[in-house]
């Protein structure tokens, strides 16, 4: 298998633009889906958010999802399950209306951190957005525009943990 597209944003300013727009035009079109790199948001800010959440998820879910899965009676099962999701998540609204103040348990040091990063990522969208609007003949700013909404744009966070399972043979994934 081919390796998936990745995108180096520091390509569009020079030379290699065109190839990079081409590039990104193929990814869309036939994977679609790519990875960025020299997007701008410092790798120092997202291995904050890493260690953060990382140390959320120990420190206030892991906990939870031991529990979850007590009261599934997964320890004893003795029988398949198949309505359980393995996975352990919570959710971060940024736009409209940030609910990051009403999320219990986060500590300040990680509020403040993923609201910066939401900013971040915002003028990221709103960069590949403009992007796309040029790959597609667009004026610049129409997808934002399409997107925006009557609130404006609708923009969040889905923080997932996927710990791993103590009695896989027990585990049904269909």
Same mark, same amino acid.
């Given at each position: 298998?081919?390796?998936? #597209?990745? @995108?180096?944003?520091?390509?569009?300013?020079?030379?290699?633009?065109?190839?990079?727009?081409?590039? @990104? /035009?193929?990814?869309?079109?036939?994977?679609?889906?790519?990875? $960025?790199?020299?997007?701008?948001?410092?790798?120092?800010?997202?291995? %904050?958010?890493?260690?953060?959440?990382?140390?959320?998820? /120990?420190?206030?879910?892991?906990?939870? !999802?031991?529990?979850?899965?007590?009261?599934?009676?997964?320890?004893?099962?003795?029988?398949? @399950?198949?309505?359980?999701?393995?996975?352990?998540? !919570? !959710? $971060?609204?940024?736009? #409209?209306?940030?609910? @990051?103040?009403?999320?219990?348990?986060?500590?300040?040091?990680?509020?403040?951190?993923?609201?910066?990063?939401?900013?971040?990522?915002?003028?990221?969208?709103?960069?590949?957005?403009?992007?796309?609007?040029?790959?597609?003949?667009?004026?610049?700013?129409?997808? /934002?525009?399409?997107?925006?909404?009557?609130?404006?744009?609708?923009?969040? %966070?889905?923080?997932?943990?996927?710990? #791993?399972?103590?009695?896989?043979?027990?585990?049904?994934?269909?």
């Amino acid at each position: 298998m081919e390796n998936f #597209p990745v @995108i180096n944003m520091k390509n569009l300013n020079g030379d290699k633009r065109a190839s990079t727009m081409e590039h @990104i /035009k193929d990814a869309c079109e036939n994977w679609g889906f790519f990875e $960025l790199v020299n997007h701008g948001i410092p790798h120092e800010m997202m291995d %904050t958010v890493e260690r953060l959440t990382k140390g959320h998820y /120990k420190k206030c879910m892991e906990q939870r !999802f031991k529990e979850l899965v007590a009261s599934k009676a997964l320890e004893g099962v003795q029988v398949e @399950i198949t309505d359980m999701d393995w996975e352990s998540t !919570f !959710f $971060l609204r940024h736009l #409209p209306v940030s609910n @990051i103040s009403q999320v219990p348990d986060l500590d300040n040091e990680y509020r403040t951190i993923m609201k910066e990063f939401a900013v971040r990522l915002e003028k990221l969208a709103e960069e590949l957005l403009d992007l796309l609007c040029e790959n597609l003949g667009l004026e610049k700013g129409y997808l /934002k525009k399409a997107f925006y909404g009557s609130k404006g744009p609708n923009f969040g %966070t889905k923080v997932s943990n996927y710990p #791993p399972c103590p009695k896989p043979d027990k585990w049904s994934t269909t």
